[in-house]
């Protein structure tokens, strides 16, 4: 699994282009030449090998690389694992003449060294190599994957695929450069085959592909190297279409406020959730006690009548709201219109459990049509808006959070949309319906109507459980009420809600976990990342 980090702000996570331009950026505005650049990455890399795989001294370590910028950071690690005392041996997958300017300098510099050195024995360099003359190679202890970066669009043509192959059927680790040859730096896509690395090592900022799609299986652990383009032009890059941003627990701890000692249950957030029908009674119980959870003061739960009693016995801190049902057996439009007005709730979350009773559904797009309120659109709500999006939700103006998966998404959008590039999707959509859009999948995305992207950093297969999204959807208005913008609220929620599950599944089989043990984590969860203290 990919570990990323949860210190600093928000750090970003680039696509090919945006790591271009901050690269062209380095270069020509604050004139770092692209020797350097690539001398200071090579060498970041080669550290970062060591420090995870030992001083590797004596050690056969073969580095697969390129013709281009990919392959002259290979050279410039295998200088300096050379120079540490690794034996290494470079394979080259083109002739030397077909080198760009960089990677044939650096192969200039590993050739004058094994020249000079007492000990060139230990350096072996093989150029023009494909799949057939690998087949006599000896095991080595670590390979490293320097065979192509980032750009790639299309799959993988000999001799690199071949490579590739090959290189699957070897048992010692792997370590790719910048990200794995075969992965599409920015959607996540294997492209045709691709290599599976137990790390990547990738240069100034993850890319985008190392995060969705098949990017964190075929990644393994990310480490990033800093290799000298200043902060500010890598928070510009990241604000061009398909970047996006990582949640962290510092970015939580800013945007979630402390609470006042003059606090009141009405001061520090009133929630109103709509949900249930008598065959999902337990959806709207389940987020009005993740509501509840995420420290909104004041949680009502409002459902149809049929089925107060259950909703009443099942939350005794919460207050019910019965509303009247329709001729359908589901809700009457006006009631939910006035149970809506009538509330001192802050933010409503409308969708779990309310099933698709055609009454229902027009008394989601009745109150969506018509409320002031900031809302969380869930489950059956986003259903009930199929073929009605263009038409309501632009009304939003941004203060709306829309929680679907990937099947209710595409029931919103009317048609299939191609989710190869969800990063794009998402931001696409937030911008047309003006809503903040939470995505769910693995990993989840959060985008603005501006653009603004936050992906996940604490998603685990323990969260593939029923109940899980009406606790996320939960967690999202009671962080709405508390004041958080929806962008801050979905976030936090998102960042929380996987934070509790990874707790869960420190100590038990994550295969156990359903969703009231995810709300009585959340907690825990909060306290531990954010640092907070009782009183």
């Known amino acids: 699994m990919t570990d990323i980090p949860t210190t600093g702000p928000c750090p970003p996570a680039l696509t090919a282009e945006a ?86 300098h650096n192969l200039t510099l590993l050739r004058t060294l094994q020249r000079e050195s007492a000990d060139a024995d230990r350096l072996v360099i093989e150029e023009n190599a494909d799949a057939d003359s690998m087949a006599g190679q000896e095991g080595a202890a670590l390979y ?44 996540g896509e294997a492209l045709g085959t691709a290599v599976a690395a137990d790390r990547t090592v990738t240069m100034a900022a993850p890319k985008v592909g190392l995060l969705v799609g098949e990017g964190p299986s075929l990644a393994g652990t990310v480490d990033v190297v800093d290799i000298g383009i200043p902060a500010f032009v890598m ?58 959870r995420s420290g909104a003061g004041y949680v009502t739960c409002a459902g149809p009548k049929t089925i107060r009693s259950t909703l009443a016995g099942s939350t005794p801190s919460i207050p019910t709201q019965p509303l009247p049902t329709a001729a359908d057996g589901g809700i009457d439009p006006e009631g939910v219109c006035e149970a809506v007005a009538e509330s001192r709730a802050e933010a409503v979350l409308v969708g779990p459990g309310l099933g698709r009773a055609e009454s229902t559904e027009r008394a989601v797009r009745r109150l969506v049509d018509t409320t002031d309120r900031p809302l969380v659109l869930d489950a059956d709500a986003l259903n009930a808006l199929a073929g009605h999006a263009d038409d309501l939700l632009p009304r939003a103006d941004g203060r709306w959070i829309l929680t679907p998966h990937a099947g209710e ?54 969260l593939a459980t029923a109940g899980t999204g009406d606790v996320l959807a939960g967690q999202c208005v009671g962080l709405l009420a508390q004041g958080l913008s929806p962008l801050e609220a979905a976030a936090t929620a998102l960042h929380l809600g996987g934070a509790a599950a990874r707790r869960y599944a420190r100590t038990r089989d994550s295969r156990s976990m359903n969703a009231s043990d995810l709300v009585e984590e959340l907690p825990r969860a909060t306290a531990e990342r954010l640092g907070r203290r009782a009183g």
């Open 19 to 104: 790591m271009r331009a901050a690269d062209r950026y380095t270069m020509e505005d604050f004139g770092v030449p692209s020797r350097t650049l690539m001398e200071v990455a090579g060498r970041g890399c080669a550290e970062r090998i060591r420090e995870a795989y030992g001083p590797l001294d004596g050690d056969t370590v073969t580095i697969l690389c390129g013709k281009g910028n990919n392959g002259g950071d290979g050279l410039v690690v295998a200088r300096h694992l050379f120079s540490a005392g690794a034996h290494v041996q470079v394979v080259l997958a083109a002739p030397a003449d077909d080198l760009s300017d960089e990677t044939a």
């Open 144 to 187: 490293v994957d320097a065979l192509l970066g980032t750009g790639l669009t299309s799959a993988l043509r000999a001799p690199i695929h071949g490579i590739v192959e090959w290189l699957h059927e070897q048992s010692a680790p792997v370590v790719a450069l910048d990200v794995p040859t075969g992965l599409h730096s920015d959607t």
């Open 235 to 292: 928070d510009e890059a990241a604000e061009a279409p398909g970047c996006v941003r990582q949640t962290t627990d510092a970015a939580v701890r800013r945007w979630w406020p402390e609470r006042g000692r003059d606090a009141y249950k009405y001061s520090v957030g009133a929630a109103l959730v709509v949900g249930g029908s008598p065959r999902f009674a337990g959806a709207p119980i389940m987020a009005s006690r993740a509501a509840e």
């Open 409 to 462: 998404f595409r029931r919103l959008v009317e048609g299939e949309v191609d989710l190869t590039d969800r990063v794009r999707v998402v931001q696409e959509y937030a911008q047309r319906w003006n809503v903040v859009l939470l995505l769910k999948g693995s990993p989840s995305l959060v985008a603005a109507p501006t653009g603004r992207t936050l992906v996940g950093s604490t998603g685990t297969p323990a």
